[in-house]
């Protein structure tokens, strides 16, 4: 049957045919935000999102016809068109006093299957909406319903974007609503599915299973570390997904060529985050402060505790938060680490406490006699003796600094080992 | 497996206020399946102990500090604590919450909850030091502003310890006055005047105590994954950009807003007001509560 091959040819061309995995970047924006930098620059953004290696972009129809040339071309990749919008964010992220209460919500089509199929789309991109009211639902369901019928006459692939959003959505029940969702999506005739991950690999897993279609993993806000994007396109490829649909993570990236270049690695090579990023564990370096970044919350000591101990308190951290407060000014705030200075190895007159072969510090409890000279041979503080009388010192973790992976304003950093300017993490 | 072994500290301190006698027990462990953390255990002793069509400001009205299994752990936000009591403001259940460094250090020192019973003739400041409580008079702080107190008490205790204090406005009663902690203000429902009703003017609190979670790898992984879930979270971006006022704008826009005594749900000139407004005009930096993400 002619129209089966269409949507086989075209999904064809979205999935790598040797692994049957895609890379995605969803650049459908402009819908939803004021023009933000990802969206004003998104046609030099997306040259490089096409120089990363993605299999397919997601825009909206007004930009597929403004930026067509970049789907040009036998390696170009696949054109995905949002082809339905909503009237949620009348006039952008701003102007919240525009915005509509729920129960106006409408959603309409704004592109239909046969002119998307004109201007060389791969598939449509579409909303499936679950949690608002009856209405609003049963609008979805035929909505997508008829958007499967066209997309059938023509052989065009159907991507639906399940969403629960809305008064009947929890916390306790998202999970089992986005499970539904999707399996009610493939019912409506979806191809191929944009979902947000569960956050757990069982229930995704679950999600997959049930679907029984390719299932593509979506990011959500633009966090601050690339790695968060990575482990969830990790944990979702583990539970049988198909790929990713990554938005802002890549759009608002530093260099968003590297960004679709490292989840490829991951998608298509089998590579594992820390293989891709280097691993957070066992560097050598030391830690150093980045006191304006610093919001005092002190995750890092509660980091450098529960590492070190399975209990949690607030005394035993082997850095600390210190804190500087001035009259009718917002409290300062400032970690204090180990530099690896060395001193306290000078102070130790037994030879217990060295810098040992990995970069860190490291205590021979044979030859430690407790005499507590470590303790004021810290300049900082940062020594202290436990109650056997043994020191408590940092020792990075053993080279994986808990402070550093927990602090998300990035107060702290690894350095550079001193004498080494080339191994910047 | 007890309690201690997940999460709870297994120990409620109550605290009379009119005899000045202290004490401390366990928690039922039968009651605590049923409860839902520390705003489901300060709901039960709330409920257990207070007299039917008590005055708010009466000293049979308990007055409850809670954390919960969390606090003090890793996971997002583990530091806040709330306070749970009768409301003069609206005569019925009352919890209020708040961040700051309070709630982690209340848990440290041992405690899930800290019950206040009746009244005291004069004021007073309750201090304690792990298991060690005691009072001191509170006539020199008497009347001072939140931030002169909490300044106070910690040039008199140490920096180390961590102070809930009420404010002139809660000592006179108001119904809207709440606790603070710093900067950071239990603001719900007039609790700050229920305790100026028992004039306690504060505790003042140290903890070295530790909290210990029944699976340590199972807990890091999930809390691993909650903050990963904040980081990349739309709702949480707009918190750390614009603050809690950030959905003014919308709660305007529904037309609940309550504007002069809620005569009307809209405010005109609450544009003025937004969570955007304010971080554009008056932030100058942002300063996070105890092992929160979110600032």
């Not at chain 2, 994954?225 to 950030?246: C, E, F, P, V």
């Not at chain 2, 504007?259 to 407004?277: D, H, I, K, L, P």
Request: with cysteine; hydrophobic share 40%; net charge positive.
């Amino acid at each position: 049957m002619p129209i089966v091959a269409g949507k086989t040819v075209r999904l064809n061309r979205l999935f790598n045919p040797k692994d049957g995995r895609a890379v995605c970047v969803a650049a459908d924006h402009g819908w939803m935000s004021d023009p933000t930098p990802n969206v004003i620059e998104l046609k030099r953004i997306l040259r490089e999102v096409v120089s990363g290696g993605a299999d397919g972009i997601l825009v909206s129809f007004g930009t597929a016809l403004r930026m067509g040339s970049l789907f040009e071309g036998k390696n170009a990749p696949a054109l995905l068109i949002r082809a339905d919008w909503m009237n949620l964010p009348r006039l952008g992220g701003s102007n919240v006093s525009n915005v509509l209460p729920a129960v106006n919500f409408k959603k309409k089509a704004t592109s239909c299957a046969k002119d998307a199929l004109l201007v060389g789309a791969s598939a449509i991109t579409i909303y499936y909406f679950i949690g608002y009211s009856d209405e609003f639902e049963a609008i979805n369901i035929e909505q997508a319903a008829d958007f499967a019928k066209e997309c059938r006459k023509i052989g065009l692939p159907l991507i639906i974007e399940p969403m629960a959003v809305g008064a009947g959505v929890t916390g306790v029940n998202v999970t089992e609503i986005l499970i539904a969702s999707a399996r009610i999506a493939v019912e409506i005739g979806a191809d191929a599915l944009k979902i947000p991950y569960t956050n757990d690999v069982r229930s995704f897993k679950k999600l997959v299973d049930e679907a029984g279609v390719p299932v593509l993993v979506l990011g959500g806000a633009k966090s601050d570390d690339p790695r968060d994007a990575l482990e969830l396109a990790d944990e979702a490829l583990r539970a049988g997904a198909r790929g990713t649909v990554f938005g802002r993570n890549v759009t608002k990236a530093k260099d968003p060529r590297k960004m679709v270049a490292d989840v490829c690695a991951l998608v298509h090579h089998g590579r594992s985050v820390d293989e891709v990023l280097g691993a957070r564990v066992k560097q050598r370096g030391r830690l150093r402060p980045i006191a304006a970044n610093c919001t005092g919350c002190q995750l890092c000591e509660i980091a450098c505790v529960h590492y070190h101990s399975s209990a949690f308190d607030q005394d035993s951290h082997r850095l600390r938060i210190e804190y500087k407060f001035r009259p009718d000014e917002p409290r300062l705030s400032k970690p204090i680490v180990c530099p690896l200075c060395e001193k306290c190895v000078e102070a130790c007159n037994e030879g217990a406490l060295t810098i040992g072969p990995e970069g860190y510090l490291v205590l021979d409890r044979g030859r430690c006699t407790s005499c507590g000279d470590c303790v004021p041979g810290c300049p900082l503080g940062l020594i202290s003796l436990d109650s056997n009388a043994m020191p408590v010192f940092c020792d990075l973790c053993e080279g994986s600094p808990q402070c550093v992976a927990w602090c998300k304003p990035h107060a702290i950093v690894l350095a550079p080992p001193k004498g080494d300017r080339k191994n910047v993490s | 497996m007890s309690l201690k072994d997940r999460g709870y500290e297994d120990k409620v301190l109550r605290v009379n206020l009119t005899t000045k006698r202290c004490s401390t027990e366990n928690l039922d462990p039968d009651v605590m399946r049923l409860l839902l953390g520390g705003k489901g255990l300060g709901a039960y002793y709330l409920y257990k102990e207070s007299k039917p069509l008590a005055d708010p400001f009466s000293p049979e009205n308990p007055f409850v500090f809670v954390v919960g299994p969390l606090t003090g752990t890793s996971a997002p936000t583990a530091g806040r604590f709330g306070v749970v009591t009768k409301s003069p403001a609206t005569k019925t259940f009352l919890d209020s919450y708040c961040g700051g460094f309070f709630g982690q250090t209340m848990k440290f020192a041992g405690y899930d909850a800290i019950v206040i019973e009746g009244a005291s003739a004069e004021p007073v400041v309750l201090v304690v030091d792990n298991e060690s409580v005691r009072f001191e008079g509170a006539a020199d702080i008497w009347g001072c502003t939140t931030a002169e107190s909490t300044k106070r008490l910690k040039g008199k205790f140490g920096a180390d310890f961590q102070t809930v204090v009420i404010g002139p406005a809660a000592e006179r009663l108001s119904p809207i006055s709440g606790i603070f902690n710093d900067e950071r203000t239990a603001g719900r429902g007039g609790a700050g005047a229920v305790l100026g009703s028992k004039r306690l003017k504060g505790i003042a609190l140290r903890g070295t105590g530790t909290v210990q979670v029944h699976n340590p790898a199972g807990f890091d992984e999930a809390a691993w994954i909650a903050y990963r879930m904040l980081r990349m979270s739309n709702q949480i971006k707009r918190m750390n950009d614009h603050g809690t006022a950030n959905i003014l704008g919308l709660v305007n826009a529904a037309g609940a807003l309550p504007t002069r005594n809620y005569q009307e749900g809209q405010f005109e000139r609450s544009n003025e007001m937004t969570g955007e407004a304010w971080s554009k005009e008056y932030w100058t930096r942002s300063i996070g509560c105890y092992g929160c993400p979110i600032y």
